[in-house]
């Protein structure tokens, strides 16, 4: 009697277990199916910088940023196409009508972004014309990359700087986020200037 008690008991919690193992499981993929329905719909009212990091690719993160210069209400918004971008990934018109060129770098903090990427922008101002050349990342700069942007004119917006954009949006402060975007780089001149 004592036995068959202890052997129900056990199967009841062994019932039990499996039963809280499904509900975590199907929990867990109702959560995950969320965020991919969010990533797939690259909404910048429900993306955040966690969202960003697990993006599969740099094309996501570009069409994230299409996204988010069009729900501030930037107009003549073109990204370019893959291959053949020719050093930018989205071309717009800022307030001002300045044509902006930004290349998009979706880096993990631990790997920084390097020179390429400043030189790539600075060269594709030529070709389209533009006025301003920004690079936004989700991660950081190497000091070498802060310097040539320096020298060049060329915004560098970081993490930070992406965070600060991100909530700004989304608590509806966007003149301040296009503030941000269209403030002026910072400027050194070369050790190599004449008089210097």
């Known amino acids: 009697m004592l036995l068959e008690q202890l052997s129900a008991y056990r199967e009841l919690g062994i019932g039990l277990i499996v039963v809280f193992v499904l509900l975590?499981?199907?929990?867990?993929?109702?959560?995950?199916?969320?965020?991919?329905?969010?990533?797939?719909?690259l909404d910048p009212r429900r993306i955040g910088i966690q969202?960003?990091?697990r993006m599969e690719d740099g094309s996501e993160f570009e069409l994230y940023l299409q996204r988010l210069l069009s729900a501030l209400?930037?107009?003549d918004i073109y990204k370019t196409t893959g291959s053949r971008d020719f050093g930018a990934d989205l071309?717009?018109?800022?307030r001002e009508g300045a044509r902006v060129v930004i290349q998009a770098k979706r880096y993990g903090v631990q790997h920084p972004v390097g020179l390429g990427a400043v030189q790539e922008i600075y060269t594709s101002?030529?070709?389209?014309?533009?006025?301003?050349?920004?690079v936004i990342t989700s991660g950081r700069y190497t000091d070498s990359c802060k310097t040539l942007a320096a020298v060049n004119g060329v915004k560098l917006l970081d993490r930070n700087d992406l965070m600060d954009m991100i909530d700004l949006f989304k608590t509806k402060r966007r003149e301040e986020a296009m503030d941000?975007?269209?403030s002026k780089a910072d400027v050194i001149a070369s050790k190599w200037s004449k008089g210097k």
């Open 51 to 53: 969202d960003i990091d």
């Open 91 to 94: 071309v717009f018109t800022d």
């Open 24 to 41: 975590v499981l199907i929990i867990r993929g109702l959560i995950r199916g969320r965020r991919n329905r969010i990533l797939r719909d």
């Open 125 to 134: 101002m030529r070709y389209y014309a533009a006025d301003k050349s920004v």
């Open 180 to 182: 941000l975007i269209e």
């Open 73 to 75: 209400g930037y107009k």
